[in-house]
């Protein structure tokens, strides 16, 4: 099964990523929200050149999905790269607190700085940036203290630009969730289309759950699925699309859409466990 690229890029998505370039002068901080399953195929390759030296907050959402071992090599690697990562569970509220107040230590520093040019002192502006479905909208409704946007498990819920004020010392830009006009890197695609970060209509069930098995069976995994689906198979010997194939014919009266539909739902809904799909580069 030779899998189409995975490129997605709807007309709202264009729409934001020009009105958000247009608001980052305005902005004083910006949260960069990654997925901690893959925080590197979730990492938008030109944030860092669109806010130049502005001050970056890297979040790792979705902490939970992952074992405690994994987030520490994650935490070891990006203090390596001299960046402090903050770990959250916006569903559940873990880490949202140690996110505040990062962003109002960046308030002292830019009031420091208004004070010093007789200007008066004003909230922190912080934006939001990363991938449609990594839990931006959870997290802002987490720092607002309640629900003021919308939160689905769907990636392109957020269409539009909007402040929304979290407390006295901060403001924050909620943008809808960007990505790379094209994807270059079909591997890290994949990884995105496994975890939801990107829309339905970008990706074939069958080839991405394909993809996720072979990624399963290579990071070591495969008990899990032996378990899940109640199935024994020989690793070396067995492909994603053979994965798929077989349990179908066993399971689910040859119907390859329901089985791969069923890996992904498995895997997004954390029903197969902690499983990060990346760790760190040696």
Same mark, same amino acid.
């Given at each position: 099964m030779s899998a189409p690229p995975i490129q997605w890029y709807p007309g709202h998505i264009a729409? !934001?990523?020009?009105?958000?370039?247009?608001q980052l002068g305005k902005v004083d901080v910006v949260l960069e929200i990654l997925d901690a399953r893959i925080p590197l195929a979730s990492h938008h390759p030109q944030i860092n050149s669109w806010i130049g030296t502005k001050p970056k907050i890297t979040v790792l959402n979705r902490e939970d999905m992952?074992?405690? !071992?994994?987030k520490q090599e994650w935490l070891g690697w990006f203090q390596s790269q001299s960046e402090q990562p903050y770990f959250t569970n916006a569903k559940q509220g873990k880490g949202i607190n140690t996110i505040? %107040?990062?962003?109002?230590?960046?308030g002292i520093t830019m009031?420091?700085?208004? %004070?010093?040019?007789?200007?008066?002192?004003? #909230?922190?502006? !912080?934006?939001v940036i990363g991938f449609p479905n990594?839990?931006?909208? !959870?997290?802002?409704?987490r720092l607002v203290g309640k629900k003021i946007v919308v939160s689905e498990r769907r990636a392109g819920v957020t269409r539009q630009l909007r402040w929304v004020k979290i407390s006295q010392e901060i403001e924050l830009l909620d943008a809808p969730g960007i990505i790379p006009? &094209?994807?270059?890197?079909?591997?890290?695609?994949?990884?995105?289309?496994?975890?939801e970060d990107i829309g339905e209509a970008s990706y074939d069930n069958q080839v991405v759950a394909a993809a996720a098995i072979d990624l399963l069976i290579k990071i070591g995994y495969e008990q899990v699925l032996r378990s899940r689906?109640?199935?024994?198979?020989? #690793?070396?010997?067995?492909?994603?699309?053979?994965?798929?194939?077989d349990v179908s014919? &066993? %399971?689910?009266?040859g119907d390859k859409e329901r089985v791969a539909r069923q890996v992904l739902h498995d895997f997004r809904t954390g029903n197969m466990g902690k499983i990060p799909l990346e760790l760190p580069p040696v």
């Open positions: 729409k !934001a990523e020009k009105q958000l370039k247009e992952i074992p405690e !071992a994994a505040k %107040s990062a962003a109002q230590k960046t009031n420091q700085r208004r %004070s010093d040019r007789g200007m008066r002192p004003r #909230p922190v502006r !912080a934006v990594v839990g931006k909208s !959870a997290l802002i409704n006009w &094209r994807l270059e890197n079909q591997h890290d695609a994949i990884k995105l289309a496994i975890c689906f109640n199935f024994d198979f020989e #690793p070396t010997e067995t492909t994603g699309e053979s994965f798929i194939q014919e &066993r %399971s689910f009266k």
